[in-house]
């Protein structure tokens, strides 16, 4: 039975991660291209629909997507969105190890490129990620399934949504460092926008995340994340 409704679900938020990109956001650093909409449901899909149902929706949302919109990036650009997803995912089904694994890989490519170290301070967002994962990572869980309090589940919601944000920003670093061969100026000079986007794409999830949460839980509705309270072993891993 939760397969059954698991599916259409996947296709539901995979046709509005698609539908996001063609709502822009900002424009990004350089003129070559626009954050759209999509870093805002890509967050909310992984954490309703968990790491893998919603990574594998972002991913089918992200090919869609980019077909509609190519993207600058290139062909791994379709993977943007999963990334977001998985990691906000991974945080919420207490995987918070993987998911301090997944964005520490991720930072280590960025210092491994040869513009890593003379814009270094671009990384300073992913490993304020990776703080707030090792610190709360076991408690953020617990937020979503067991505090009645709604500005703990907003708080809970803005930094998880954030740390998938900056999973899928430091991938697109990485593409941009490596296709676009953009200087190290360009991602320094990035670094005020990025603090304002950043935290504007997570409280967004949240306000729009927690909203939907409350209406689920009112209507009763099956989706993978009202299940995590009957999973101990995913609440206290």
């Known amino acids: 039975m939760k397969r059954t409704v698991d599916i259409p679900l996947a296709g539901v938020f995979g046709a509005l991660v698609a539908f996001s990109y063609l709502i822009p956001i900002s424009v990004v650093v350089g ?20 790491p893998y149902l919603g990574g594998g929706a972002a ?18 650009a379709v993977f943007l969105p999963a990334f977001a997803a998985v990691e906000a995912g991974l945080i919420v089904w207490s995987r918070w190890q993987v998911a301090t694994l997944l964005l520490g890989i991720l930072i280590t490519g960025w210092f ?9 301070p671009a990384a300073l967002f992913h490993v304020l990620g990776v703080s707030i994962i090792i610190v709360l990572g076991r408690r953020l869980p617990r937020i979503f399934v067991e505090s009645v309090n709604r500005r703990h589940v907003f708080l809970g919601w803005m930094l998880t949504a954030y740390c998938g944000d900056i999973a899928r920003h430091m991938f697109g670093n990485i593409l941009a460092a490596a296709i676009l061969s953009f200087p190290a100026a360009t991602f320094l000079a990035a670094i005020p926008q990025a603090v304002v986007e950043q935290t504007v794409f997570a409280i967004a999830s949240a306000v729009i995340g ?28």
């Open 210 to 237: 927690v909203s939907a949460l409350y209406a689920i839980r009112s209507a009763k509705l099956d989706v993978p994340l009202s299940r995590l309270g009957k999973r101990e072993d995913l609440v206290d891993g």
């Open 31 to 50: 003129g070559v291209g626009i954050f759209s909409l999509s870093w805002v449901v890509q967050t909310i899909t992984g954490i309703l629909l968990g």
């Open 112 to 120: 491994v490129l040869p513009i890593g170290l003379p814009a270094w």
């Open 59 to 76: 991913f089918a949302g992200g090919i869609v997507g980019n077909l509609i919109k190519p993207s600058s990036l290139g062909p791994l």
